[in-house]
């Protein structure tokens, strides 16, 4: 059964810093590696999909990657911004799971002014 | 605007009583998915359907039930049988099985034991 797994549970960084956010998975037959971003109270928020043919992904100041053979992804946030303070969620496919998605237990993401 | 909409944003529910949490997508995905999320966890998945009429069981299905009668709609009905329902709710949808599209959530609902 996929496994997934992000590290550090929390974190806090200055205001312009960048930063890289951590996620591992435990079956390397992955399908699909998602993540997501989610503001207190809310619903999630796609922010980058790579499905398992890529190796990264960006949009404006995101970019994650996807190891395979090494089990993880990270994202990557440039000059980070107090509006990137979340929790951010990876989520990944498992092919023995069809569409299926593990959800790691998030990154809580302080950034201050 | 294609979406998914979770109703109520707020809910309510006495011990005993059963309620009932909508969500709606106008995608046109076939594949539908119930979340729960606790403070400080991940999300666990409680129900998914990959059609029409056809849904299965996830991790921690239990006093929950859903149906499926249209590709549109997945109700997830939280039982009195569901002894700690306090949680936020989330559904979810994918293009369907199979496909590397991704997930499609919905806003949530927050529902509380009174």
């Known amino acids: 059964k996929q496994e997934v797994t992000q590290i550090p549970a929390a974190l806090s960084v200055p205001e312009g810093e960048n930063l890289v956010l951590n996620c591992s998975f435990t079956?390397?037959?992955?399908?699909?590696l998602q993540w997501f971003r989610q503001d207190p109270g809310k619903g999630l928020t796609s922010l980058l999909l790579?499905?398992?043919?890529?190796r990264e992904q960006t949009s404006g100041r995101l970019n994650a990657s996807l190891d395979k053979s090494s089990g993880r992804s990270t994202l990557y946030i440039a000059a980070s911004q107090p509006g990137d303070s979340a929790t951010y969620l990876c989520?990944?496919?498992?092919?023995?799971?069809?569409?299926?998605?593990?959800f790691g237990g998030g990154t809580r993401l302080m950034v201050k002014p | 605007d294609g979406g998914i909409t979770q109703s109520p944003k707020y809910l309510f529910r006495k011990e005993g009583q059963n309620v009932t949490l909508s969500c709606e997508q106008n995608?046109?995905?076939?594949?539908m998915y119930w979340y729960r999320q606790d403070p400080g966890q991940g999300l666990r998945l409680i129900y998914y359907?990959?059609?029409?009429?056809?849904?299965q069981k996830g991790d921690i299905a239990e006093g929950y039930s859903v149906s499926r009668e249209k590709k549109e709609s997945f109700p997830l009905t939280v039982t009195s049988a569901q002894k700690n329902p306090t949680a936020f709710y989330l559904c979810?949808?994918?293009?369907?099985?199979?496909?590397?599209?991704?997930?499609?959530f919905g806003s949530g609902t927050r529902l509380t034991v009174v």
């Open positions: 979810a949808s994918s293009i369907g099985r199979g496909t590397a599209y991704g997930y499609t």
């Open positions: 079956d390397s037959a992955i399908y699909n």
């Open positions: 790579i499905q398992s043919s890529q």
């Open positions: 989520a990944g496919g498992a092919y023995n799971a069809g569409n299926m998605l593990t």
């Open positions: 995608l046109n995905h076939d594949a």
């Open positions: 359907s990959q059609i029409v009429n056809d849904f």
